[in-house]
């Protein structure tokens, strides 16, 4: 996931650079498009992610961000549910004109 | 043609109208999501009883920014009696898009933090029914 997701223009992750010493849980932003509304977005390609404050409001000013959106994967999902939600945050930074 | 994300909603989006501070203002509204972590702030002033100006400030999804800029247009001039009377279906009439359960609170914000600054009550809308 943390391969993929950098083919999306405008997408900074939160946390380490690689997947060594991460969990399971990807939190983002995209410049240009509210957490609403990237969970809008993947949610039109099948994906369900969380986004909002996550309750860590004192983490997002921290970061300086007003929300994040967040991709969780398990060992029930595979490649392709990857596969989906890049597909659908592509697609939609082409609906913002991104 | 996206029936969520029209061009007219990104155009208010990406360019929100009636944004920004008014200094000096009669009254002021601030409200925050804390789910969503959006923010809408409102400075009002006032001219015979009539919103003469207004800016929104705060950030948030395209739905509560759009719908913001999309109110401001028609809140300028209003009466305030008239702001204080205004239900949901107004605000969501004025977006023109269909709005899910969801996104509601997205396109009743800007609503919200006007009607607040007005009346000094902060509860509305009380139900979903607006």
Sequence with gaps: ?98 | MDDLYRDYILDHYKRPRNFGELEPHDMEGLEHNPLCGDELGVHIRLKDGKIEDLRFHGHGCAISQASASIASEELVGMPIEQVAELDADWAIDLLGIPVSATRRKCALLGLKVVKGAVTGDNSWPVSPAG
């Design chain 1, 1 to 98: 996931m943390i391969e993929r997701v950098r083919e999306v223009k405008g997408l900074h992750f939160v946390g380490p650079p690689e997947a060594g010493g991460r969990g399971g849980i990807l939190s983002f932003t995209i410049d240009g498009m509210h957490a609403h509304d990237i969970a809008e977005l993947a949610n039109r390609g099948g994906v369900c992610i969380r986004a909002g404050h996550h309750c860590a409001q004192p983490l997002m000013r921290t970061l300086g961000v007003s929300a994040t959106a967040r991709a969780s994967v398990g060992v029930y999902n595979e490649r392709e549910d990857v596969d989906a939600l890049i597909e659908s945050l592509l697609a939609g930074l082409k609906v913002f004109g991104l």
